[in-house]
């Protein structure tokens, strides 16, 4: 493929966010350039849900339906790499990548995920994404009336509780040696009969990444055929701050109503910017920032 010098929009992070935000400015004829390096953060999850049309789908087939379709409009390219570095110019931005290629555009645009944070938990990590859950809305459903864990403490434990309450009974918190809960969040465990386990968790049995059981610092071990673990997290991606963009107290990319950062000329959309991570909130960010990069290179034209 032969590339331009300059685009009117770079986007990093050719995923879900990236693809649909490329779409929205490739249907008003702006130059595109996805950037994309091949590791979104679902990669390990064999089915994709709570997003209409495509429930029950795989994450790749989607997105390389998704990526066909984006790349049928004539503005749109794809690039296949990291990007490394980042730099603002006087005519607006500059992209290299891990093997010193160098592009340069009015506008960016970054769809570019975030990385989960495991806990060394031996099997943990094989059974991401296929057992081991981070949302009921994207993944209970299927786990409905199984024996369930959730690996968490605090006011997360207690939020991924009440919901995973609406999917089945059979639920017990492992703290993993976490923090310990309020006398009031303890009697609302127990109202819902929903035990806790505080010692450290040292281990997941599992077959081919399902869950079979727990297994403690003690040597005791909990069956279970899912888990809902609430995990840390990082960007996948440092440039945005590297140009100055703030964060969220969160961690997130901090963006307004319309995905724009707080540095003119930058957007962001997907998992970066919010605790929502699902494909139809990174579909709906992304197309949202498309069109207000479309505008802002509209608006500058009269």
């Known amino acids: 493929m032969t590339y331009k010098e300059k685009y009117d929009v770079i986007i990093v992070g050719g995923s879900y966010a990236g693809l649909s935000a490329a779409m929205a400015l490739g249907r008003l004829l702006k130059s595109v350039l996805l950037l994309d390096s091949g590791l ?19 994450p790749a087939a989607i997105s390389t339906k998704a990526k066909e379709q984006v790349l049928a409009y004539k503005t749109v390219s794809f690039y296949q790499g990291l990007a490394l570095s980042g730099r603002q110019t006087p005519e607006g931005f500059e992209i290299t990548t891990a093997t010193q290629d160098v592009f340069s555009s009015k506008k960016l645009i970054f769809a570019t995920g975030i990385k989960d944070k495991l806990p060394a938990i031996i099997g943990l990590s094989t059974c991401w994404g296929i057992s081991v859950i981070h949302c009921p809305y994207c993944h209970g459903y299927e786990f409905q009336n199984k024996r369930t864990a959730i690996l968490a403490h605090s006011d997360k434990a207690l939020h991924l509780a009440s919901l995973v309450k609406n999917l089945t009974p059979n639920i017990t918190i492992a703290t993993h040696g976490g923090t310990a809960f309020t006398q009031e969040q303890r009697i609302k465990l127990e109202q819902n009969n929903i035990a806790i386990i505080e010692e450290k968790v040292i281990g997941v049995e599992h077959d081919n990444g399902y869950v ?20 840390p997290f990082e960007q996948h991606c440092g440039i945005p701050f590297d140009l100055g963009c703030e964060q969220t107290e969160s961690g997130h990319i901090k963006v ?5 950062t707080t540095i003119e000329g930058v957007y962001a959309c997907g998992d970066n910017t919010t605790l929502f991570r699902s494909i139809a909130a990174a579909v709906a960010s992304g197309s949202m920032a498309g069109a207000m990069v479309v505008k802002e290179l509209t608006d500058a034209l009269f």
């Not at 709570?50 to 789908?57: A, E, H, L, M, S």
């Open 40 to 58: 979104p953060c679902n990669r390990q999850t064999p089915y994709s849900h709570n997003f209409i049309t495509q429930d029950g789908q795989t």
């Open 212 to 231: 079979q059981s727990i297994v403690f610092q003690d040597h005791s071990k909990l069956a279970v055929e899912a888990v809902y673990a609430a995990v």
């Open 256 to 260: 307004d109503a319309f995905q724009k």
